[in-house]
């Protein structure tokens, strides 16, 4: 038996079927994973992300430590702004992807992932011991994902007049805290949304006001499937301690001015620059017939093996086989490849991530289009 989300028996009374996720016991889907897809992009959908990790950062070194620990810049951030970035070893490769919320000067929040959990806290204490900060794990405190493009009339509804306005003015990586409640405009499905994180001791009030209001559960299946049309990477998946955010298309999460910072990995990132990055994550979308693209196909391309699959599957909104693939460099946007599947080469075309924002397509198959449809 996983450790369980103060949820759990919430999860159960909807009939849920419940996986092992990252050691917690997790809904997979509440018998429709591919209904639960379409929930989010169509209407709006409720996740319990209580497995998520969330350390409260404070003291005179705060900032400072967090300059030093991510690869993106929180000199960035003003209060009630937030960033997505990765935390790299010195070898520049990924530990964790994660958000920096800055709640004061000197005071910030990080929500860190499940399965990376015990390795993150380890590195960040390691790290800590050389700045005057504390780490404050809050395993007093859930997380829900409320998600999709009806998401802010629900909330309306059920939010204290006080609340509404605060919340409904939200732009994207923004947030508000209220005592105990934190409301952020986040997520982690390419629709507009919120992430909610608030005691343990409120968890089924909050769970029943969203149900009663016709945001509907959703499962992790939904969840990756989302993830997975949003060009949103998987820890473990797509990126994981053996790359770098240059190869894993998160170039944009590393700030590399100004030219003064020092941060763990840079000098890494920095070589690799120099001699030039000799893979790149992009998107496969399945033009031949043959099965859904799977972690680990291999990815053929002028009869050459150029990569393989990080993650794939069936994508709900454009009804066909998506992927990510870690492929050679020199492979362009556009080019057409080959996946292997079964001992067959099934084709494929190489696009720009995202493959859907906002419930709509936003790539092209023609041959040699660099962009997304506007």
């Known amino acids: 038996m996983g450790k369980r989300t103060p949820f759990y028996d919430l999860h159960l009374k909807s ?7 990252g050691g917690f016991d997790m809904p997979l889907h509440y018998g429709s994973q591919l209904e639960e897809h379409h929930q ?11 497995h998520m990790g969330v350390v409260d950062i404070a003291g005179v ?3 400072a430590y967090l300059r030093y620990l991510i690869a993106n810049n929180v000199d960035r951030l003003s209060q009630g702004q937030a960033l997505y970035t990765c935390m790299l070893n010195e070898a520049g490769c990924v530990i964790d992807d994660l958000i920096v919320y800055k709640v004061l000067d000197n005071a910030y929040r990080l929500v860190i992932n499940a399965g990376t959990r015990d390795k993150d806290l380890a590195w960040m204490r390691q790290v800590a011991l050389a700045f005057s900060v504390e780490l404050n794990e809050r395993t007093d405190l859930v997380m829900l994902a409320i998600q999709g493009p009806e ?3 629900k909330l309306n509804r059920f939010l204290l007049a006080e609340q509404v306005a605060l919340v409904l003015q939200l732009k994207p990586f923004t947030f508000v805290a209220k005592k105990d409640f934190f409301i952020a405009r986040t997520g982690y499905t390419g629709e507009a949304g ?12 909050v769970w029943d006001a969203c149900l009663l209001f016709g945001v509907k559960p959703c499962g992790l ?23 770098t955010p240059l190869e894993s298309n998160l170039a ?35 033009e031949g017939k043959g099965g859904i693209m799977r972690q680990h196909q291999k990815v053929w391309h002028d009869g050459r093996e150029v990569g393989e699959l ?3 599957g069936y994508a709900p909104t454009l009804e066909t086989s998506i992927g990510f693939a870690r492929i050679a460099a020199d492979v362009k946007i556009g080019a057409q490849c080959q996946v292997e599947m079964r001992d067959k080469l099934v084709l494929a075309r190489v696009v720009k991530l995202p493959f859907v924002r906002q419930g709509k397509q936003v790539f092209s198959l023609v041959e040699g289009f660099e962009g997304v449809v506007k």
């Open 15 to 21: 009939h849920a079927k419940m996986v092992d996720f």
């Open 40 to 50: 989010v992009r169509r209407h709006a959908g409720l996740f319990d992300v209580s």
């Open 61 to 63: 070194d705060a900032t």
């Open 151 to 153: 998401v802010k009339d």
């Open 194 to 205: 919120y992430e909610v994180i608030f005691p343990a001791k409120d968890a089924k009030t």
């Open 221 to 243: 299946g939904a969840r990756d499937t989302l993830r997975l049309e949003a060009g949103m990477n998987l820890y473990g998946n797509d990126m994981d301690e053996t790359v």
């Open 252 to 286: 944009w999460t590393v700030a590399f001015l100004p030219n003064e910072r020092q941060f763990i990995g840079r000098g890494a990132l920095e070589a690799q620059l120099q001699r030039g990055v000799s893979r790149q994550l992009v998107g496969l979308v399945l």
């Open 310 to 312: 990080t993650s794939g």
